[in-house]
C-alpha cells in the first residue's frame, strides 16, 4: 500500500482539526510552562518592587544596608522565588517542542494524546543534546537581530524549521545533525514549507491572539487589568518623554495606554504560546511528509532486526514510568517512524 501525499494546506487544516479535538487536554498540559512564565515574572517584579520602595527605610534603620555589596545581594535574593517559578516554567515549554512531536502519532492513529508524562520523559532523558539544541537554535537567533540579517535569517528559519521534530524522531542525530536533516529534508521544498509557516503564524501569531483581545475588550476583562497595571505605569516618567515627543511633533503616551498595551501584549503572548501544540503538530506531519520521499527506497523496504536508538529509548523510558502501568504501547507508538509498505 503507498503512502498517499498530503498538500501543505492538508496538513494545515488536519493539524488545526487535530489540536482542537484535543484542546482540553493542551490547555491543562501547557498551562503550567505558560501561565508559569507569568507568574514567575510577576513575582519578581512584584519583590523588587517592595524592596526597591523599603530600600530608604532599610538602609536608614538597619546600618548592613549601608553596605553595597549587601545591597546587591539582597536585590538578587528577591528575585530568586520569582526566577525559580520562571525557569521551570520555561524549560518545561522548551520541552514542549519536543514532546508534542512525540505524541503526533497516537494522534494520527487514534485521534487521541495521553499519557504526557511518557512523551516528555523521552525528551528529558536526552536534556544534554536538548540544550546543544536550544544553544545552537539560540546563537542564529542572536545573529538575526543585526538588521543586514534579516533576510538570512528568514531563509535559514524555513530551511531549520524542522529541527525539533528530527530531534524527537532520530535520537541517534547530534544537535548538528539536526539542523543538517532538516535542511536536507526542506532543500526542494521551500515554497511549500513558507507557504506552511505563512499560515500557522498568521493564525496562531496574529488571528487568535486578536480574536481573543477582542473579545476580552467586549467582555471588560483587558479594562479590569488594566486598571491593575495603572499605578506602575502612572510612576513612569510620561512627562519628560511627552516633552521630547512634542518636540518630534508626536502624538503624547498616556499612562492608561501603556497599561492596556502590557495587558493586551500578555494576552497575545500567552495564547501564542498556548498554541504551541497546533504548529508543532503541524510540522511533525509536515516532516513526516518530507521523510518519506527523502529515505531511499530501499530504506522503505529494509527491516532492520536489531533495535533502533528509539526503541531503546522508548524501553528505559517505559521502565522509568511502569509503576504508573502504562500501555506497553504507549511509548512505541509514540516514538517508532511508521514503517510504509509499498
Keep these: 500500500m503507498t503512502k498517499k501525499n498530503k498538500t501543505p494546506f492538508g496538513i494545515f487544516t488536519e ?4 489540536y482542537f479535538s484535543n484542546f482540553s487536554k493542551f490547555v491543562k498540559y501547557m498551562t503550567f510552562p505558560v501561565l508559569g512564565q507569568i507568574a514567575g515574572l510577576t513575582v519578581i517584579f512584584f519583590c523588587t518592587y517592595f524592596y526597591s520602595k523599603n530600600l530608604p527605610y532599610l538602609i536608614d534603620k538597619y546600618a548592613v544596608f549601608n553596605n553595597f555589596d549587601t545591597l546587591v545581594f539582597m536585590s538578587v535574593l528577591v528575585a530568586v522565588p520569582g526566577l525559580i517559578i520562571f525557569t521551570k516554567a520555561f524549560w518545561e515549554y522548551l520541552v514542549a517542542y519536543g514532546a508534542v512531536n512525540s505524541m503526533l502519532d497516537n494522534m494520527l492513529k487514534s485521534g487521541k494524546v495521553y499519557d504526557f508524562n511518557a512523551h516528555t520523559e523521552l525528551i528529558k532523558r ?17 545573529t538575526a537581530i543585526c538588521p543586514f540579517m534579516w533576510i538570512i535569517a528568514i531563509i535559514l528559519t524555513v530551511y531549520f524549521i524542522l529541527i525539533f ?29 513558507f507557504l506552511l509557516m505563512a499560515l500557522a503564524g498568521l493564525l496562531t501569531w496574529i488571528f487568535i491572539p486578536q480574536i481573543t483581545n477582542h473579545i ?8 479590569f487589568f488594566a486598571r491593575l497595571v495603572l499605578p506602575f505605569t502612572e510612576i513612569l516618567p ?6 521630547y515627543f512634542t518636540n518630534l511633533q508626536l502624538p503624547e503616551i498616556k499612562s492608561e495606554d501603556i497599561a492596556m498595551m502590557v495587558v493586551t501584549t500578555t494576552v497575545a503572548q500567552i495564547m501564542i504560546q498556548y498554541t504551541l501544540p497546533m ?18 527506497k530501499t530504506e522503505k523496504k529494509k527491516k532492520s532486526s536489531s533495535k533502533r ?6 524501553e528505559e523510558s517505559h521502565k522509568k514510568h511502569s509503576s504508573k502501568k502504562l500501555d506497553k504501547n504507549i511509548l512505541k ?10
Excluded at 216 to 223: H, S, T, V
Aim: hydrophobic share 40%.
Design 238 to 243: 510620561l512627562n519628560e518623554i511627552n516633552s
Design 309 to 314: 536508538p528509539s526503541e531503546r529509548l522508548m
Design 165 to 193: 521534530q528530527v530531534f524527537t524522531y532520530e535520537p541517534e542525530l547530534s544537535p548538528f545533525g539536526c539542523f543538517k536533516k532538516s535542511f536536507n529534508l526542506i532543500k526542494g521544498h521551500f515554497g511549500s514549507t
Design 333 to 342: 507508538r509514540a516514538m517508532e517512524k511508521d514503517d510504509e509498505d509499498e
Design 126 to 142: 536526552r536534556t544534554a543534546s536538548f540544550v546543544g539544541l536550544w544553544l545552537i537554535f539560540g546563537i542564529l537567533s542572536v
Design 279 to 296: 504548529r508543532s503538530i503541524l510540522f511533525g506531519m509536515w516532516y513526516k511528509e518530507l521523510n518519506f520521499s527523502f529515505e531511499p
Design 216 to 223: 476580552f475588550d467586549l467582555i471588560g476583562i483587558n479594562k
Design 15 to 18: 493539524s488545526i482539526g487535530l
